[in-house]
DNA sequence: ACCCGAATAGAGGAATTCCCCTATTCCTTC
DNA sequence: GAAGGAATAGGGGAATTCCTCTATTCGGGT
């Protein structure tokens, strides 16, 4: 008898977690375990249960998929994570890669092709489509690293989440409201983000964010 | 026997393609009899196949969720229509209530939602999230039908201008000093580019700007 | 000639942001 | 165990934005 190969799913939109979860439970040998809404549901899961695959949406609110895959790599080296994505925007697969995920989806692409990410990366190797590698490989020969947004300016995982949800319209007192702290604490992350940025308001930060994908549009 | 509903899906993710079917098949009575990755697509199929419900994603490549729905409609008035988004945007909304559509799910909430959204819409209901409708209803009963019927958000000359300053980090007081006005006139420039574009904040401004393509980034 | 929208500008006030501080706790790293 | 970063939270105040309201000018269109 083969072992079932579980896999934990992470993405904020439920009825896309329903979907995927409903197609890999149609396939021989494929369990889903668990899901979770957010990076933080996603490392707070882990601490009891490690699935063979982790399938991990890139944008989300809170904490986006390439943190929360650079945390749990942290914890639990030995984890392998497919990136799943609604773009192919090369800076995302860059970063995703950088920050240690096995395998790389476009939401674009079929069940198939899905499901032959999930058996080369359970069985050890990588899953990067082709075009998409041989681009990044063009971009950096020839830009440099720079192209890649390596810039000195690294957000913290709360100013992350406060930068995604001022993009998002939120005054400092909603934003703390969502994330359970001080409106003060929040004013503090936005004047720091504003230092870090090197940018003058609110206005020219998103702007600014964008630009050099700190978020994702 | 109770006949089929009828469903057909437009997204261009075909993994939620995929996940959505198989979540659909699972139900009984329900049966997705098409699946379509663009609203050219979806046109095209419509000349063959009327299903009793359209599920149809709002951000889409080529031809958008919102022009799709007015197209189909046009040709196929008794057609229903329900609008899958990502987004709570307001504009998105709106936008599709004004194209036809008959529901409104966002994909952040689960299959229950949206099984009881195509149960609704098939009866000849509409299903609308109470929230975003009541805060639609407020918009209106408070600005009145004209700020509504102007859904094309069409920016004047000055308008974009004072934008493109407000993105890049400048005061009212510095858009003035460069475009020779009175800063109180850059105040109301910034008052009706919030209002025109339904956003809180500059922050949220720059945003939607961006995403709406209203700006080069 | 008349109306309308765009652009202009102001009064005035509430709300929010921006930006100095200080300070504590909890991690991690050296 | 010391040092440093991240996150927490608060005081306080200046600057800026947000919002409503009124009002004038100018040019394009019926």
Redesign the interface.
Same mark, same amino acid.
């Not at 904020?12 to 896309?16: G, K």
């Not at 001022?166 to 005054?171: D, S």
């Given at each position: 008898m083969n072992r079932l190969i579980t896999i934990g799913i992470v993405d904020?939109? #439920? +009825?896309?977690r329903? @979907? %995927?979860?409903?197609?890999l439970s149609?396939i021989d040998g494929f369990y889903v375990v668990f899901e979770a809404m957010t990076g933080i549901d996603f490392l707070e899961i882990l601490r009891d249960t490690k699935p063979d695959i982790v399938l991990m949406d890139i944008s989300m609110p809170e904490m986006d998929g390439i943190r929360a895959t650079e945390k749990a790599l942290e914890r639990h080296p030995h984890l392998k994570i497919i990136a %799943?994505s609604?773009y192919s925007d090369h800076i995302y697969y860059y970063k995703m890669i950088k920050a240690g995920a096995e395998g790389f989806?476009l &939401? &674009?692409? @079929? &069940?198939e092709e %899905?499901e032959k990410a999930i058996m080369e990366v359970y069985n050890g190797n990588n899953f990067f489509p082709q075009d998409l590698l041989k681009n990044l490989i063009f971009k950096i020969s020839h830009e440099g690293r720079e192209a890649m947004n390596e810039s000195d300016i690294v957000l913290s995982k709360r100013e992350t989440e406060v930068l995604q949800l +001022?993009?998002? @319209?939120? =005054?400092n007192s909603e934003i703390a409201d969502k994330l359970f702290i001080s409106p003060k604490t929040v004013d503090n992350h936005r004047t720091n983000l504003l230092q870090k940025t090197n =940018? &003058?308001? #609110?206005?020219? %930060?998103?702007?600014f964010a +964008?630009?050099n994908h700190l978020i994702e549009?």
């Open positions: 904020d939109h #439920a +009825i896309f329903d @979907g %995927l979860k409903s197609v149609q %799943l609604s989806v &939401k &674009k692409s @079929g &069940k %899905l +001022i993009c998002t @319209g939120n =005054t =940018t &003058k308001n #609110a206005a020219h %930060l998103v702007m +964008i630009k549009v």
